[in-house]
Every structure is written in C-alpha cells, then in structure tokens.
C-alpha cells in the first residue's frame, strides 16, 4: 500500500544498545523529518533530510543518526540508547517545504 | 527565538457545543502555520494550513481557523463538536525556505456527552 510506514511499532532496549528505526515512504517525496513526541514538549524535530545524501540536524538530535542512500528510506539510529530517548518517535514527509508533512504512525521505544 | 505557543494544555467541552483551541506564534515563524490533529496511538493528520491569501482558513471535518497578524494568533475554532473530534491538537509554523517545523506542546480536546 502507498504510504510512509514506520518499523518497528514497538521496541524495548536496554542502555548502551544499539537501535535503529526505520521509515519507508512510497510518493517519492524529496523531504522527510524525524520527530520525537515527549508529554509537554509537542513534536521536537531530531533530523531532516532535503534529498538523498542530504540530511542535516533539528533540534534534538544528539544521540541520533540518520542516513537517506535512497529516497524511500530514512532510517533513524540510536548509536548508544539511554532511558532519557525513551520516546514516541514519528517519521514525517512532505513533497516540498512549504507542503503538508505526512507522518507514519510511530514507534513508541522504551529504554530500559 | 522562533516559537509557537498554545495557551490551553486540556479542553473539555460538551457535545455540540462550540469550540476554539487558541495558538499564538512569534513572529520568525509567521510564513507558513499549520493546525495538525493527532488520534490516539496515530501519527498526526493535517486540519488546515494557511500559507497566503485569506486569513480565514477551512479545513476538514468542520474547523476553520484565523490568521491574525496583529495579535500573532492563529486559533482553531469548530461550531459544534462531536465525541470523535476528541484528540490532540497541534498547531504549527514554520518560515520561508525554512525547513525547521516548530510544533507547539499540543491541546488536548475531551468532548464529553
């Protein structure tokens, strides 16, 4: 199905591991964005991309990594987990800056 | 510093009865400003966005909202309400060329029977 899907839905980890989040979009959308969701902070952007092999930071985004190879894909990793990324992460896309971002439906990730 | 600001954290109301969810934006983030709505265990789904043009903006499943300049806001309002218009709201902005969203903390609409 068309979309932007976000794997896995739910992830538990332990501090100190690795983790990588994935998000996969089917319009060949240019722009896609990695937010987190936090009680009282809203949507809090961690990285963004314009383009394949473009990506730069938002305004979270120590602790995280992210890469884009292809345009469908923008994983998110955490190099080294701790409780405080414990979060509800959502992926986002948009055809151009001034469109409608589109968002996957979360991956809710508990550092243990 | 670029910020949005909504001034209600929760809204109770009744059925059927009016609503409006106030945001107010600083003026680095006036360009573009967006009312995105989010159902339980759901990614967010746009409302409305106002880019140019009209200060009156509508959007689905009957809100509207206003732009307004002067005073910096850009509230949510809906004439009659329904239990399935319980959710959490989020207003947003960004600028020109900008590709940095700034969301605000959210509201959280209870409608109640």
């Known amino acids: 199905d068309a979309g932007i899907t976000q794997s896995p839905r739910y992830k538990i980890t332990e501090t100190g591991r690795q983790v990588t989040l994935m998000c996969h979009q089917t319009?060949?959308?240019?722009?896609m964005f990695w937010y987190r969701q936090d009680l009282g902070h809203g949507l809090r952007l961690i990285y963004y991309?314009?383009?394949?092999?473009?990506?730069d930071k938002g305004e979270v985004p120590d602790g995280y990594v992210v890469s884009r190879s292809k345009t469908e894909n923008f994983p998110l990793t955490l190099e080294s987990a701790t409780r405080s990324q414990t979060s509800v992460y959502f992926c986002?896309?948009?055809?151009?800056?001034?469109?409608?971002?589109?968002f996957g439906p979360g991956t809710r990730l508990l550092v243990l | 510093a670029q910020s949005v600001t909504q001034l209600d954290s929760q809204v109770p109301v009744f059925e059927e009865a009016p609503v409006e969810l106030r945001c107010n934006y600083s003026?680095?983030?006036?360009?573009?400003l967006f009312w995105y709505v989010q159902y339980p265990n759901q990614g967010l789904q746009l409302l409305l966005k106002?880019?140019?043009?009209?200060?009156l903006v509508k959007g689905i499943n009957g809100f509207e909202a206003e732009f307004n300049k002067s005073q910096t806001s850009f509230h949510l309002r809906k004439p009659s309400v329904h239990i399935s218009d319980t959710a959490e709201y989020f207003c947003?902005?960004?600028?020109?060329?900008?590709?940095?969203?700034?969301f605000g903390a959210g509201t959280r609409l209870f409608v109640k029977a």
């Open positions: 106002y880019l140019s043009g009209s200060t």
């Open positions: 947003a902005g960004s600028n020109t060329g900008g590709f940095k969203t700034i």
């Open positions: 319009w060949s959308h240019s722009y």
């Open positions: 003026s680095s983030v006036s360009v573009y």
């Open positions: 991309s314009a383009a394949a092999d473009i990506t």
């Open positions: 986002a896309s948009s055809g151009d800056i001034e469109e409608t971002q589109y």
